[in-house]
């Protein structure tokens, strides 16, 4: 099992989860993150005065998928968060030695479902 986390735009939060729920993702967890990579953070204007935001508003995608399911799930995510512009966002994935359903103790691949 894998865990998988995508740093996406605010913006492209709809597509993705649709994305996964068409590939039958049947869960994850959604947080507010702030960060910023390449783009080194933005400079914006208000009121004609010139600021430097350094920390871009992104969202954090959380969900575990068993090994066979990994890169229908980044496809999935890439596909749905791609815009081709620079801060479009990351995918990481990482093992997941067990995964427990508290409600049931149903353990692995049965609590994934």
């Known amino acids: 099992m894998k ?3 995508a740093i996406i735009q605010p913006v492209r939060l709809g597509p993705v989860r649709e994305a996964l729920r068409a590939v039958g993702v049947t869960g994850m967890t959604v947080s507010d993150a702030q960060g910023f990579g390449s783009q080194g953070g933005s ?4 009121r004609g005065v010139e600021y430097h935001v350094e920390f871009i508003p992104k969202i954090r995608i959380d969900t575990v998928v068993s090994d066979s399911f990994v890169q229908v799930t980044i496809d999935a995510i890439s596909g749905a968060a791609n815009t081709g512009t620079v801060g479009d966002g990351k995918i990481w994935v990482k093992d997941v030695e ?3 359903r508290i409600r ?3 353990r ?6």
Do not use: Q
């Open 98 to 100: 067990a995964v427990y």
């Open 43 to 46: 400079t914006d204007t208000y």
């Open 108 to 113: 692995d691949e049965v609590a994934l479902n």
């Open 104 to 106: 049931t103790g149903e």
């Open 3 to 5: 865990e998988i986390t």
